[in-house]
């Protein structure tokens, strides 16, 4: 079964400081990795997917993801933290029997002080 | 238009009560979802339509009735929900259900069952 654990409850982060949001994966085929981010009272956004072959993946707002296959991890991370970041953020695993489900972390609510 | 769009933002209902919630994409999307999300974790799935035809129903009870009248509309229909039931119901679309497919997710409609 796939799944994905993220570690931390909350990781805080002063502004303008790089911001790391862990994610560890477990599949049993190909990784179909994500990350989606939720404001406040608010759907979630896609924020990026795994590329098969690709270690460093570019996604929205300047946020890129970190594969490491021998580590079974895809961290999520930012060069420059603004206070803006502050959010809930998921890791996720697409279900490769079909398609059909995408498998949630627990979530990670980082916080960034100004 | 890149947006899912859900309606009512809240609702409020009594354990009687029959109410429905709807969501509206028009991205030419095949796959819906609903999911359930509780304050402070991550969503859970209860549907898959794909093609207008339901896929995957997770042992949701019969109190939620879902719809997919045609290929832009979802309906999730309440009837004698139990205060348990209270969360935020988010639905979500994707192109389709491939496995490398990202999800577009609405706003969500807060629900309080009393």
């Known amino acids: 079964a796939q799944s994905v654990a993220q570690p931390e409850d909350q990781v805080n982060v002063a502004e303008g400081n790089p911001l790391t949001v862990k994610c560890t994966y477990s599949?049993?085929?190909?990784?179909?990795l994500f990350w989606y981010v939720q404001y406040p009272n608010r759907g979630l956004q896609f924020l990026l997917k795994?590329?098969?072959?690709?270690?460093l993946v570019k996604g929205s707002y300047g946020f890129e993801a970190e594969f490491n296959k021998s580590q079974t991890s895809f961290h999520l991370k930012k060069p420059s933290a603004l206070v803006s970041d502050s959010a809930l953020y998921f890791c996720?695993?697409?279900?490769?029997?079909?398609?059909?489900?995408?498998?949630f972390g627990a979530g990670t609510r980082l916080f960034v002080k100004a | 238009d890149t947006e899912v769009t859900q309606t009512p933002k809240h609702l409020v209902m009594g354990m009687t009560n029959k109410k429905s919630l709807k969501c509206e994409q028009h991205?030419?999307?095949?796959?819906m979802y609903w999911y359930k999300q509780k304050a402070k974790k991550p969503p859970e799935l209860m549907f898959v339509?794909?093609?207008?035809?339901?896929?995957i129903n997770e042992s949701v009870p019969s109190r939620f009735s879902p719809e997919c009248p045609n290929s832009s509309l979802l309906n999730l229909h309440l009837h004698a929900l139990q205060p348990e039931d209270s969360a935020l119901y988010l639905c979500?679309?994707?192109?389709?259900?491939?496995?490398?497919?990202?999800?577009?997710f609405g706003s969500g409609t807060q629900l309080s069952v009393l």
């Open positions: 979500a679309s994707s192109q389709r259900t491939a496995t490398n497919e990202k999800l577009f």
């Open positions: 599949v049993s085929g190909n990784p179909y």
């Open positions: 795994y590329i098969t072959g690709d270690n």
């Open positions: 996720a695993v697409r279900d490769d029997t079909g398609g059909f489900k995408t498998i």
């Open positions: 991205m030419g999307h095949r796959a």
């Open positions: 339509y794909s093609y207008e035809k339901l896929s």
